[in-house]
């Protein structure tokens, strides 16, 4: 059974970098066919697709983040890890890590950890 984990801090300062680590258990992030993606979920609003890390390295990102995000991964550690740059306020949100057979089709969550953006 597949399981993910995120960590990182919880409170980062206006300006500065988050940065959180989904360690995957279970199952190896350069299993064929598998993209590794960060979703998060503002407060009061649905869940936004960030951005992804398949297989074999290669990254996808949502058009409206793409500028302040990146995605990389330690195979040696099956982890892959979110950067998103420059934050603000509105970057406050419970951030997931997820994983499946598709870009946007997520077969396995981990249990979300709230990020706050706040001086």
């Known amino acids: 059974q597949v399981q993910l984990q995120e960590s990182g801090p919880g409170l980062v300062k206006p300006s500065q970098t988050l940065s959180l680590t989904c360690t995957v258990s279970g199952g190896s992030i350069t299993s064929n066919y598998k993209y590794w993606s960060w979703i998060r979920q503002p407060p009061g609003k649905g869940l936004e697709w960030m951005g992804a890390?398949?297989?074999?390295?290669?990254?996808y990102y949502s058009p409206s983040l793409k500028s302040r995000t990146s995605i990389s991964r330690d195979t040696s550690k099956n982890q892959f890890t979110l950067q998103l740059t420059s934050v603000t306020p509105e970057d406050t949100a419970v951030y997931y890590c997820?994983?499946?057979?598709?870009?946007?089709?997520?077969?396995?969550w981990g249990q979300g950890t709230q990020v706050t953006v706040s001086s």
């Open positions: 997820a994983g499946g057979g598709a870009i946007r089709v997520q077969e396995y």
């Open positions: 890390i398949d297989y074999g390295g290669s990254t």
